[in-house]
């Protein structure tokens, strides 16, 4: 029986797909104070990796030593990134978690240039950022605002080695073996937290739920809009995560923002659309 393809514009697609990752990352919260953040993090990446495997079943024995070198320091950033800012939201709001990670893509796209326009939107997500700091910011954990921005250099890594080795293989079989990798970085964590002790199988179904919600449905959906959307287009779209991690955030958590952290967040949206605005093309 052929697989029936969902016959979605690419804007609606990548606007949904960031609604289900924000919202997976506001469900997985409500799973910390029972299994912690590391065995929340074990079970989304876990269950990611599974259904990838299930869907792509890549062949291990065809992979070259210079796709090896590659994927798996690919699969460790993504499994320490995932890992690291689920320990950032469980000490500060996500929607500021999401802001402060996504220095680390802002970087990326402005690195290098020498432009006045692009030093202009580095001070903007500065601004942002310092509308955020614990010495301005009594309510935020440090260590939370800490973990978030290591998660955003770890996302930054995850960017430049994704970038390396799309261009040497097949980006299925590449996010399916990097995701396995995340998994075995991260699972002990898991264990040692002693969270997956406590799993029953309604916890496990959430586990299920939120693999889907954060990894397999955004994945797919990313992947179908990003062949028939310009890159400058879908890096826009992408600059409106932080907004919607605030939004779902308030929905499902009721993690409401001070004005101040909200002005915050829109520094960094507006600093991340606007360098994509004027890159060079």
């Not at 310092?130 to 955003?152: E, K, Q």
């Not at 990798?181 to 898991?190: E, N, Q, R, S, Y």
Request: proline share 5%; aromatic share 10%.
């Amino acid at each position: 029986m052929k697989n029936k393809e969902i016959n979605l514009p690419p804007v609606p697609a990548v606007l949904l797909a960031i609604i289900s990752v924000q919202c997976g990352a506001a469900i997985a919260k409500t799973l910390f104070p029972t299994i912690g953040a590391a065995g929340t993090a074990s079970m989304r990446i876990g269950f990611s990796a599974l259904i990838l495997l299930l869907a792509y079943r890549p062949n291990l024995k065809e992979i070259t030593s210079a796709q090896w070198k590659l994927v798996i320091p690919y699969g460790l950033a993504l499994g320490a990134m995932n890992l690291i800012f689920y320990l950032a939201i469980e000490r500060i709001p996500v929607g500021l978690g999401v802001t402060l990670e996504f220095i680390g893509p802002l970087v990326v796209a402005i690195f290098g240039s020498k432009r006045l326009v692009d030093y202009c939107w580095v001070l903007l997500a500065a601004i942002g950022i310092l509308l955020m700091a614990p010495w301005t910011n009594s309510r935020l954990d440090s260590l939370g605002v800490i973990f978030a921005l290591l998660a955003g250099a770890l996302w930054a890594a995850y960017i430049v080695l994704g970038g390396k080795i799309s261009k040497i293989m097949n980006g299925g079989q590449a996010v399916t073996i990097g995701m396995l990798f995340a998994a075995i970085l991260i699972l002990p964590f898991g264990f040692f937290e002693n969270g997956l002790a406590n799993l029953t199988p309604k916890f496990l179904g959430m586990g299920v739920a939120l693999a889907f919600l954060s990894s397999a449905v955004p994945f797919t959906l990313e992947m179908k809009a990003l062949g028939q959307l310009p890159p400058r287009t879908f890096s826009i779209l992408m600059s409106l995560e932080p907004a919607a991690a605030s939004v779902c955030a308030f929905i499902f958590l009721q993690e409401s923002l001070s004005f101040t952290e909200i002005l915050a967040v829109l520094c960094v949206v507006i600093a991340s659309a606007g360098s994509t605005l004027t890159a060079k093309k």
